[in-house]
């Protein structure tokens, strides 16, 4: 197994789906439509039976659970290749983005003004999930595994962080926009690499489309660097409702 197979593998553990399935070493996922990586079908090394019945597979398994058939691919790998020539496309209307960087970096160190809750707040929900009353879905993806709260300035800015072996994963920093231009998204990522640190962890990861430039901008100054890409596809039906 290649180091980008390694990587999305424990992303896959830090953002866990409600209903998860195994296909030899795919993974099928889905969480009430909540997020394109909780709710596809991680396609990394075998998965035991012919790519045009794992794809198969991947459709029954979206339509038991009520959710549109979605393959998550890292780009340029084999997979994709093969998905690809199964006739899937890309997923242009993700609205996040189809087309994902995946980010190495150093742990922050520091993030004066920054604190971790032992539960999540509803300021913090209301950053981080866009609502202040999160569904069974959210709650179970944002909150399973070894989870950290993180907010700055009394909910001024908010981030969820993610312990899994040495690896810290990062996702859902936001800042409110009359808090914007303070560097509370540095001090969240500073605050953030301390927390992980006491818990074992020695890199970070991002995930974050490729057409969010501001992110990527700040991401860079931060010392963090791409690894890799993935991508989501999906069949090339016209209609791809169930």
Known sequence: MDRAETIELLCAEAWRPVTEEPLGDW?????????????????????????????????????????????QAISGSETERAIEAAGWLP???????????????????????????????????????????????????????????????????????????ELLHISRLAVRPEHRRRGLARALMAGAGSWAAGRGATECVLQVAVGNSPALALYETLGFREHHRYRYWVPAWKDRSL
Not at 32 to 58: H, K, Y
Not at 141 to 153: C, N, P, Q, R, S
Request: glycine content about 16%; proline content about 8%.
């Open 27 to 71: 993974r099928l996922r889905a969480a009430s439509g909540f997020t394109g990586r909780a709710n596809s079908a991680l396609a990394i090394g075998d998965p035991g039976v012919p790519l045009p019945e794992a794809i198969d597979r991947v459709c029954d398994f979206s339509h038991a659970h009520g959710i549109p058939p979605v393959v």
């Open 91 to 165: 997923d242009t209307g993700h609205a996040a983005g189809h087309l994902v960087a995946v980010l190495v970096g150093p742990l922050g160190r520091g993030g004066d003004g920054v604190s971790f809750l032992p539960e999540p707040s509803a300021g913090w929900w209301e950053l981080v999930a866009g609502t202040a009353e999160p569904t069974p879905a959210q709650r179970h993806v944002l909150t399973t595994g070894e989870i950290g709260h993180g907010v700055a300035e009394i909910t001024a800015g908010a981030v969820r962080t993610a312990v899994v072996g």
